[in-house]
């Protein structure tokens, strides 16, 4: 009897260690195009082919390319700023929004709910045309503000979704205790409710910052004026323009990415809660 | 009659208040107006660029317009037109074909992965999390261009690789050829969607009840005999949730092939969102757009995400119940 339990838990440990060598090899294989894009970044130009997988010298003059050809720090902050403003409005409105659904009554309230959680699924390029067309009518072409309202309109019902379940795990008490001591509804909703979602607002914001960071399709459609283009347009044009300087448009990739990687290893505990909330309460 | 709200909270008296049937306490009308403003902002914004534009589609789809001028009314003609058009059709069959590919792919090999990431010591599971997730965090262009490098025929790594292997003078254009170039790009998609379907299921396994997993072990039941007989039945809504988002972003296909081929070469990478914004956008010198037939595409894009959406409707209310 013992000697079967023995001789379970080393194939046990023996697979345990076979498991983890495997997973390994998948996780470099994984972040190996990461790891090339950056060695590729610091090489010398005229040493990306061929040469040895580690570069025999290091160099951060493709990063000085990037910089100085490109317009890329202006290319940038069009990307943080839009992104932040965005994230911004999102959550204000996803926030007052999630918390009337939740917590206050109100006639149609089912049927408003229903028809903003409708669309939810709707993909960007079904959309294109008819939000182009939309805002041509209000004349907010090639404007930042008009691609800041698309974003934040296309985005706000699912914040919402999200903001709307936290708020409902919180009780009822809380806020019927805040209204018998006479305090308005905004009042309520600002000094008791809204400090105590800051999870779920964590959660918001991380989305909504990679989203918008993220996002290609309307920001290279709505803006042309090149000077007001966030970056995921212009790493796109790069690709063209650099196609034969991979170390200049590798350091561009790279510098790209660092925010959403920051926002990433800092904020990843409430990422990954908030994206299996996000997931199970679909 | 809300001037009967007194201060003190006093309820009003019934004599002074005439209630007539669509009347609303006081207190209640307060909640309700103020609900109306909390929702109205997100709902105008809604009602103007997402709800509008949707019913706008369908106008336009009806008809043949370049965006200028007068639009004219042509009925179905621009659903017949996909319904002939060879382009249309492949790239009808081929969004439909990538979106069950990747949902099959993303929900598969993140579940075994996720098996295994939960048997071993906590730190390689964090190592292994960390690095399965971080493709899924870059944009579709940053990972679409990194990839078109690796890809490239006559310098990318992954010819140099196969080169080295000793293939002599290899340099195949994976994304360049009609045949390697669907599966070059389902690769990438699989790599930077793994990790996402891959953390929902570890969430999933971690809410096991280990005693089950004991229980089977207790009863001699070998690794492979747990996996389906304990972890496959408990995650069964864990499943289901990841096979709809899987679908559904399947059907959205658009950044990564837009970046790495834009359709082709000679539209055998073309899906339906490349495909009508090409329609739309792309005016290469003297095409006029086509608004119209673009837009009827784009109605053929929502009714698949509308099939979707039910799909997981459905899943989840029986994999709940």
């Given at each position: 009897?013992?000697?079967?339990?023995?001789?379970?838990?080393?194939?046990?440990?023996?697979?345990?260690?076979?498991?983890?060598?495997?997973?390994?090899?998948?996780?470099?294989?994984?972040?190996?195009?990461?790891?090339?894009?950056?060695?590729?970044?610091?090489?010398?130009?005229?040493?990306?082919?061929?040469?040895?997988?580690?570069?025999?010298?290091?160099?951060?003059?493709?990063?000085?390319?990037?910089?100085?050809?490109?317009?890329?720090?202006?290319?940038?902050?069009?990307?943080?700023?839009?992104?932040?403003?965005?994230?911004?409005?999102?959550?204000?409105?996803?926030?007052?929004?999630?918390?009337?659904?939740?917590?206050?009554?109100?006639?149609?309230?089912?049927?408003?709910?229903?028809?903003?959680?409708?669309?939810?699924?709707?993909?960007?390029?079904?959309?294109?045309?008819?939000?182009?067309?939309?805002?041509?009518?209000?004349?907010?072409?090639?404007?930042?503000?008009?691609?800041?309202?698309?974003?934040?309109?296309?985005?706000?019902?699912?914040?919402?979704?999200?903001?709307?379940?936290?708020?409902?795990?919180?009780?009822?008490?809380?806020?019927?205790?805040?209204?018998?001591?006479?305090?308005?509804?905004?009042?309520?909703?600002?000094?008791?409710?809204?400090?105590?979602?800051?999870?779920?607002?964590?959660?918001?914001?991380?989305?909504?910052?990679?989203?918008?960071?993220?996002?290609?399709?309307?920001?290279?459609?709505?803006?042309?004026?090149?000077?007001?283009?966030?970056?995921?347009?212009?790493?796109?044009?790069?690709?063209?323009?650099?196609?034969?300087?991979?170390?200049?448009?590798?350091?561009?990739?790279?510098l790209s990415a660092i925010p959403v990687v920051l926002v990433y290893v800092f904020l990843q505990r409430q990422f990954i809660a908030g994206m299996t909330l996000g997931a199970v309460k679909n | 009659m809300t001037s009967t709200l007194t201060h003190g909270g006093a309820p009003p008296t019934p004599t002074k208040t005439v209630r007539r049937p669509w009347s609303v306490p006081p207190i209640r009308r307060k909640e309700m107006l103020a609900a109306y403003g909390f929702v109205l902002p997100t709902f105008f914004l809604f009602a103007l660029f997402v709800g509008y534009p949707i019913l706008h589609t369908f106008y336009l789809s009806t008809a043949e317009w370049s965006g200028f001028g007068d639009a004219t009314f042509i009925g179905l003609d621009n659903f017949l037109r996909a319904a002939l058009d060879p382009v249309a059709q492949s790239a009808f069959l081929l969004t439909i074909g990538w979106a069950l590919a990747t949902t099959v792919l993303q929900t598969a090999i993140p579940l075994v992965i996720a098996a295994m990431v939960a048997t071993v010591p906590g730190p390689i599971s964090v190592v292994v999390r960390t690095a399965l997730f971080i493709p899924g965090i870059v944009s579709f262009v940053v990972s679409g261009v990194l990839w078109r490098l690796i890809y490239d025929p006559n310098f990318g790594t992954l010819n140099a690789a196969i080169q080295r292997l000793g293939v002599e003078g290899f340099n195949h254009p994976w994304l360049g050829s009609a045949n390697s170039a669907i599966p070059a790009l389902l690769v990438v998609a699989v790599w930077q969607g793994i990790g996402m379907s891959m953390l929902i299921f570890f969430a999933g396994i971690q809410g096991i009840d280990p005693g089950l997993n004991e229980a089977a072990m207790m009863d001699g039941a070998g690794v492979l005999q747990r996996f389906r007989h304990v972890t496959l039945p408990s995650l069964r809504f864990v499943t289901a949730i990841v096979l709809a988002l899987n679908l559904m972003n399947g059907f959205k296909v658009f950044d990564l092939i837009y970046v790495m081929t834009g359709g082709g070469p000679n539209n055998s990478t073309q899906v339906l969102g490349t495909y009508l914004y090409g329609l739309a956008f792309g005016s290469t010198s003297g095409s006029v757009p086509q608004l119209g037939y673009a837009s009827s595409l784009s109605i053929i894009v929502m009714a698949l995400c509308t099939v979707a959406v039910l799909f997981q409707m459905r899943l989840s209310r029986r994999a709940g119940a």
């Open positions: 009897m013992s000697a079967t339990i023995t001789s379970k838990t080393v194939t046990g440990r023996m697979g345990r260690w076979a498991t983890s060598a495997v997973l390994l090899l998948i996780s470099i294989a994984t972040v190996y195009p990461f790891v090339w894009m950056i060695l590729t970044s610091l090489r010398e130009s005229n040493s990306v082919f061929g040469g040895p997988f580690i570069p025999e010298r290091i160099t951060l003059d493709a990063y000085s390319r990037v910089l100085e050809f490109t317009g890329f720090v202006g290319h940038y902050w069009n990307s943080l700023w839009m992104t932040t403003v965005t994230c911004a409005v999102v959550l204000a409105l996803s926030t007052l929004c999630g918390y009337a659904f939740a917590k206050l009554r109100f006639p149609f309230k089912n049927a408003l709910y229903v028809v903003l959680l409708s669309t939810l699924m709707m993909p960007g390029t079904a959309l294109i045309i008819p939000v182009y067309l939309q805002l041509r009518t209000f004349g907010l072409l090639d404007s930042q503000l008009g691609l800041i309202i698309v974003y934040a309109s296309g985005a706000a019902p699912f914040s919402m979704f999200l903001m709307r379940a936290f708020f409902e795990s919180l009780p009822d008490e809380l806020v019927q205790a805040a209204r018998v001591d006479g305090a308005g509804e905004l009042l309520v909703f600002l000094r008791v409710v809204l400090p105590l979602a800051r999870p779920g607002i964590a959660t918001v914001v991380i989305f909504q910052f990679l989203a918008t960071w993220n996002e290609f399709l309307m920001a290279n459609t709505v803006l042309q004026t090149p000077d007001k283009l966030p970056l995921q347009p212009i790493l796109f044009s790069l690709q063209g323009q650099y196609s034969t300087d991979w170390t200049t448009l590798c350091a561009g990739l790279a | -």
